[in-house]
Nanobody
């Protein structure tokens, strides 16, 4: 079993930055990791995914060039650096994990997630 705990959410003005963190515990070897987000009344959507060896990373078009996903396997932690934030980035952000499969397909299909964190709220005001 894998447990995921996010931190780093908060409120910021448009144009600002935040960094989210997610610590994984349990059976953490060979995990693909990712960030997804959801606003009320809308389906959960992929933000960024990263494989277990930092060989592949995918971003949603809406965040490409503004957000950066990274991981520190020694600390079992992944990060999401969010720059130039926009009001439309306001959402609950969830850390996610799965073992193997197609990394890009997972970004597009959140239902393939095997483990979810509890979420951390990001609010961007205009």
């Amino acid at each position: 079993q894998v447990q995921l705990v996010e931190s780093g959410g908060g409120s910021v003005q448009a144009g600002g930055s935040l960094r989210l963190s997610c610590v994984a515990s349990g059976a953490t070897s060979s995990l693909y990791m990712g960030w997804f987000r959801q606003t009320p009344g809308k389906p959960r959507e992929g933000v960024a995914t990263i494989d277990d060896g930092d060989r592949a990373i995918y971003y949603a078009d809406s965040v490409e060039g503004r957000f950066t996903i990274s991981r520190d396997n020694g600390r079992n932690t992944i990060y999401l650096q969010m720059n130039t934030l926009r009001p439309e980035d306001t959402a609950m952000y969830y850390c996610a994990a799965k073992r193997g499969g197609d990394l890009l397909a997972w970004l597009l299909k959140p239902s393939e997630t095997q483990n979810w964190g509890q979420g951390t709220q990001v609010t961007v005001s205009s």
